[in-house]
């Protein structure tokens, strides 16, 4: 098992391998390095990847990577969080987070950005993507963005990227605060 600096170093000399737009075999190293030293918890599994997400091997489904358990655990410590967080900031935050987990639990019919309808089976990678992209315009206050207040539209972008294993640290701590992110 190599040591941290080790796989830090592996990493780094893997990112500076040229690409050209080309995928190359040093993405799957820096894949499978970040995810062993835990920076990442996407599962890095070799080859093409799964249209329905890898999320089963870890006991999430599809392209979650988290269990029902802490799903819900995450919504319990937002829905505190909005009823004790003394800046509208973080409730805003709270908010965009309780609406991502109750959507994708199935405990709200529509997307928590966008209002589309949630799909019978629950969200697809596509739909976490489009309510994601949906939710930047939010957190910087373009077009329709405007709709919802900035700190909800990143509250919603760190617990789909929480969700999906791209970032290790939930959207709440333990605490019951938000995990404000430096946007």
Do not use: F
Not at 22 to 50: E, F, T
Not at 72 to 77: G, K, P
Request: hydrophobic share 35%.
């Amino acid at each position: 098992m190599p040591t941290l600096a080790e796989a830090r170093a592996e990493i780094d000399a893997a990112e500076r391998v040229p690409r050209e737009g080309r995928v190359v075999p040093a993405d799957g190293v820096i894949s499978a390095l970040n995810w062993l030293i835990g920076a990442k918890d996407g599962v890095p599994m070799p080859g093409r990847r799964s249209s329905t997400g890898w999320g089963h091997l870890v006991g999430g489904r599809g392209v979650i990577l988290r269990t029902d358990a802490e799903i819900n655990r995450v919504a319990e410590l937002a829905r505190a969080g909005l009823r004790s967080m003394p800046g509208e900031r973080e409730k805003a935050w709270c908010s965009g987070t309780v609406a991502v987990c109750e959507w994708l639990l199935g405990h709200r019919s529509k997307s928590p950005v966008r209002n589309t309808p949630r799909p019978i089976h629950g969200p697809t990678g596509l739909n976490l993507g489009m309510e994601e992209s949906a939710a930047e315009d939010v957190s910087r206050q373009l077009g329709r963005g405007r709709q919802h207040p900035p700190a909800y539209g990143d509250g919603v972008i760190w617990t789909i990227r929480w969700l999906r294993g791209q970032i290790t640290v939930p959207p709440m701590n333990e605490q019951g605060q938000p995990t404000l992110s430096n946007r």
